[in-house]
């Protein structure tokens, strides 16, 4: 199961949502996202101290990339600022990634993307049996979701409502509601607003947390949920496909 998480947007929690999916599937994550808010920060690597990008590195060689593995994180094939500048076409990360999930298997694999369109997104979105669309109630993000969503007609699209208030204005869950219906899409889960989880910068998954309290062990089981019901919609996909 190749997962690929995009968004048209950025804020609206996508890394965080990739880097808790892979967590709660223990999948590798790829991090495609060359930004400094990235999840290869969130992990806890900096891109900025080494000398290579093993990533990069990897798709030029046509390699496989040595997994970086802490306690309480997803393994991670961590992000560089060089990913920005590289020429690396679509079609050559679409077919890396897929042979590094044959090699990785049976964990499912995760990639995280940079906002917006470029080669890196494009090659996660070719890569993908399921694209994960975070989707924030509030209106500009839901005018870039129907765009999005134009965009996108050919894959299979996975809705994820993220950072949902404890009361979400009715016009914009209705709308929500009739894009998905007019596209076909289905929505999983929904992930309410945590806004303690953004000041967490380093930090090990909250599905991983040993002891939870109140607050990180509702976040969590929004996290699991939405996990459980991506696996179900791959394996509803698969079996429509046999």
Known sequence: MLITVAASKGG?????LAYELAAALDA??????WDGGGATRMWGD???ARRTAPLLDALERRATPRLRSRP???ALVPSSPDLAASRVPSDVVADSLQDWAVAWAPRPVVVDTHPGANEFTEGGLLAADLVIVPVVLAGRELDALETMLDELAAYRVVLVPNMVPALPPARLVERLKTLADNSQVPVVGMVSEHRWLRRRVRRRAVVAEP???VAVAKAAAEYRAV???VVALFKQFEEATV
């Open 12 to 16: 609206v929690g996508k890394t965080t």
């Open 28 to 33: 590798v994550l790829v991090d495609l996202d």
């Open 46 to 48: 900096n891109p900025l």
């Open 72 to 74: 309480g994180q997803p």
């Open 211 to 213: 002891t939870p309290g």
């Open 227 to 229: 996990a459980k019901g």
